[in-house]
């Protein structure tokens, strides 16, 4: 179903509209240059009912070239903008985006996923009360991520599940 809106309203608060009308019990959230590999979406729901806990699973994401893409940031904060700087130059290296990369990372604190693709448990959704809609577009996901685990629930990601996004592509202005 289209749910169909009159003006822009940014990604969080359009987002919050169709989680509000959506009934099952999780929520894709999928940026509209992203799409996903066959069978992500059954993979991510695995992991995600492997763990009540879970709230929010990710998928492996890739460029639409196939090399490796930063599905998962350090929470922002200065040592969190240090280790992002250390660790973007090697983006298509496979060794920056294992456990021990995100270890070293949670040095700053946390770490989030980005919605360009998650699935979200509709109860962990809720019980934040989705998106903060001062964020128009960008960081939404951060804050959404940290009030999700402070709350109690769990973030994962799903390595055998792919999802493919062309990064920035939704901000882009038609030209004329």
Not at 52 to 67: E, Q
Not at 110 to 116: L, N, P, S, V
Request: some cysteine; glycine content about 8%; aromatic content about 10%.
């Amino acid at each position: 179903r289209v749910l169909s809106l009159n003006r822009n309203l940014g990604f969080a608060e359009a987002n919050n509209i169709a989680a509000q009308e959506a009934q099952g019990e999780a929520l894709l959230l999928l940026n509209n240059d992203a799409w996903l590999d066959l069978g992500a979406v059954e993979l991510l729901a695995a992991k995600m009912e492997g763990e009540s806990r879970v709230g929010l699973v990710a998928p492996s994401l890739r460029y639409p070239n196939g090399s490796r893409q930063f599905s998962w940031s350090p929470t922002r904060g200065v040592l969190g903008e240090v280790l992002q700087k250390i660790r973007n130059p090697f983006e298509s290296r496979d060794w920056v985006h294992g456990k021990f990369a995100r270890s070293v990372s949670r040095l700053a604190g946390r770490i989030w996923y980005t919605a360009a693709c998650v699935l979200v448990r509709t109860d962990a959704w809720h019980s934040v009360g989705g998106f903060d809609t001062k964020f128009f577009m960008y960081f939404e996901d951060v804050d959404l991520c940290m009030r999700l685990e402070d709350k109690g629930w769990l973030l994962a990601e799903e390595p055998q599940a792919t999802a493919f996004h062309v990064g920035s592509a939704g901000r882009a202005s038609p030209v004329d």
